[in-house]
DNA sequence: GATTGAAGGATTGTTGAACGAGAAATAGAG
DNA sequence: CTCTATTTCTCGTTCAACAATCCTTCAATC
């Protein structure tokens, strides 16, 4: 096909066709539902029977069995055989797991922020400074996607496509809690000041330092969480 | 269903429930596929022609379909959109990639394996007779097999599912690189030393010392399979 | 020789109908 | 109430069909 060697002109060209249109109906259920999951419409534990949302989709029940399998393997589904497929409803043992392995790579990238590449903390900045801007108009939604986005280049400070990979299924599935967290501005609100903290000291060097403060962070962000889930689950009887 | 609280015989009962033949069709032939991967019959950039493989597997192609999906995520096979399905071919960026998100979990595993469950090193020890066991009787493919065990064991020193699932996505990976590695022997044999020298250092709780080893096991380890690749890319003109 | 365009064949992606198996719900008896 | 049997629902799979796309081959032109 194209020559790598041959960069420029015909490679872009070559990777803007690429992105054209060329996915399966099925992949682009799997983002319409990943879409709903996310945005809270699907709310965790529901269960997501075929026949209805083939009808509702308009595709055919094996498309729609495509795009489960699509999913599953983010978490955002569970495939309980001849049971059905559920929106999956993280106990508290995920909480605990998910915040381990966000510490694992986020305290890493931030560690080894020294080498990374060239516009990855400009990016930190960036997201923190388009948080603020939501915040600023009352757009709490905004806030916590650019919390997100804050979080992805935490980790991509690593500088590894697979590291980048396995940080967005966990943001993807830590996507599911905010259902429990209630307000959204009560939620992002005091993050966005720690937000900003912590690029601040990126962008000074201070490597070591913005780690502690990374793991103070998230320590606390943890506890709240999962102090939420046990009133929730408390609530629930 | 089962009562969380229940511990004990019918929990477990329940849970070796849960492993009797409740795989659907789909899954095992995901696994047959998978296994025929790792031990070098489907090779790298090779395509899956689904009439052809539906054919010989005697499932649908519906079937097989979903059981490609599966293994997409394991990045085991390619899905290219209008093309078919490939057995994933590793660059050597991808290679870069894997060794660092080794390093990462690895040594994460590593430094703090002090904390470790209390079988967990035991688990290491295991892996490692089991490996010159199977050394003595001249298996190799059985001295690959406990290598590969004892990495997961390191990663598994985190004590983390996801940390679990991650290094056994990026083992999966790894076994396609040993097609461009030739003889298992000449291959496996030098770590066989390594991995009981840093069992032991682990088993002494010198976790520092354990790190720094591994960290030059992983960059002899990277040098080694990178170099074959040039030679074997060069090789192909 | 290289390049382009057209045609044909192969395969992928999707659809819908059908059927069997398993789980859940319901009904009836003690 | 518990237990058992039956019914209903839906999941998992199969099959056949069709449209769309890709790939290969061939012919024409420079």
Not at 127 to 151: K, L, M, Q, S
Not at 176 to 183: A, E, H, I, T, W
Not at 205 to 220: H, K, N, P
Request: hydrophobic letters at 45%.
């Amino acid at each position: 096909m194209t020559d790598p060697a041959a960069g420029g002109l015909l490679a872009r060209f070559a990777a803007a066709r690429q992105d054209l249109g060329r996915s399966s109906t099925a992949a682009r259920i799997a983002d319409l539902l990943r879409e709903q999951i996310t945005n809270g419409e699907l709310r965790p534990g529901e269960r997501l029977p075929e026949e209805e949302l083939c009808k509702a989709a308009k595709v055919s029940r094996n498309t729609l069995r495509e795009a489960f399998r699509l999913l599953a393997h983010e978490r955002l589904l569970v495939h309980e055989f001849n049971r059905g497929v559920f929106v999956n409803k993280l106990t508290a043992d995920d909480l605990v797991d998910l915040f381990h392995v966000r510490r694992i790579l986020e305290c890493e990238g931030v560690r080894h922020a020294g080498g990374a590449a060239p516009g990855a903390i400009a990016a930190l900045d960036a997201a923190v400074a388009d948080g603020e801007r939501a915040a600023a108009r009352d757009d709490w939604r905004g806030v916590g996607t650019a919390n997100i986005r804050f979080h992805q280049g935490l980790a991509a400070l690593c500088g590894s496509p697979r590291v980048d990979e396995m940080m967005r299924h966990l943001l993807a599935e830590l996507r599911l809690v905010f259902d429990v967290m209630g307000s959204p501005r009560e939620f992002h609100e005091p993050y966005l000041a720690r937000n900003r903290e912590l690029t601040t000291i990126l962008q000074r060097g201070e490597f070591a330092i913005a780690e502690r403060e990374l793991r103070m962070y998230l320590d606390d962000a943890e506890r709240q969480i999962a102090g939420r889930y046990r009133e929730r689950e408390q609530a629930a009887g």
